[in-house]
């Protein structure tokens, strides 16, 4: 059973560029979380999607945005990239608020 | 406000030596809480969980922690710590209608031959 997968593991981006962040949840999870862990800090909660709709939202600026597809995998996309958006990207999955995440390994971003 | 705070930033332990990591919480409804381990340049892997029922609760890797209300605090123990033991540790708050998990800032568990 694979569990929580995302893709780049890592990327280099320059500032005011654009980026898509990619992760497929662990079978039988509906609901896909979104969490950003800047270096020697605990992850932050970013937003979550269920049902193709972002259902919650962290303290995070619109240039953070996503989409959930019909097979439950979602993307991250920034906008406009500032040297402050470099950080491990942390995807989580669950069934819809039972309060368990299963995390995947993280992409990490630098911006340069 | 909802935080979550363990009070050591680095603890250093011989291997054998027993554990304790500290996580203290403050949380408006009822928590359910979580550590965490995370291995450099890896995600994150649960070592246990608290939702309701028995106080103390057994882990993977031979963890537990014990839910203390009155002191809102989670901390979490081990009897006799390995070398592979070494990583950074995560406690976490979260409840029952949320998969928003409040994360502390993380206690880095070095371990000494």
């Known amino acids: 059973d694979a569990g929580v997968t995302q893709s780049p593991t890592h990327l280099i981006k320059t500032r005011g560029q654009q980026v898509t962040l990619r992760c497929s949840p662990k079978?039988?999870?509906?609901?896909v979380s979104w969490y950003q862990q800047a270096l020697g800090q605990g992850p932050q909660f970013i937003f979550q999607y269920y049902e193709e709709e972002e259902r919650q939202r962290g303290n995070f600026p619109d240039r953070f945005s996503g989409h959930q597809f019909p097979n439950y995998s979602s993307e991250l996309n920034v906008n406009a990239l500032l040297l402050g958006d470099s950080a491990l990207y942390l995807c989580a999955s669950s069934q819809r608020n039972t309060g368990e995440l299963f995390f995947g390994e993280g992409s990490r971003l630098t911006v340069l | 406000a909802q935080s979550v705070t363990q009070p050591d930033i680095h603890i250093t332990v011989s291997e054998g030596a027993s554990l304790e990591l500290r996580c203290n919480y403050s949380?408006?409804?009822?928590?359910?809480l979580f550590w965490y381990v995370q291995s450099p340049g890896q995600g994150l892997q649960l070592l246990l969980k608290y939702f309701s029922g028995d106080t103390l609760v057994q882990g993977i890797k031979g963890f537990e922690a014990e839910f203390k209300r009155s002191q809102s605090s989670f901390n979490l123990r081990k009897p006799s710590v390995h070398w592979s033991d070494a990583a950074e540790y995560f406690c976490a708050v979260g409840s029952s209608n949320t998969d928003k998990l409040i994360f502390g800032t993380g206690t880095r568990l070095q371990v000494f031959p």
């Open positions: 079978s039988g999870h509906d609901t």
């Open positions: 949380y408006g409804a009822t928590p359910y």
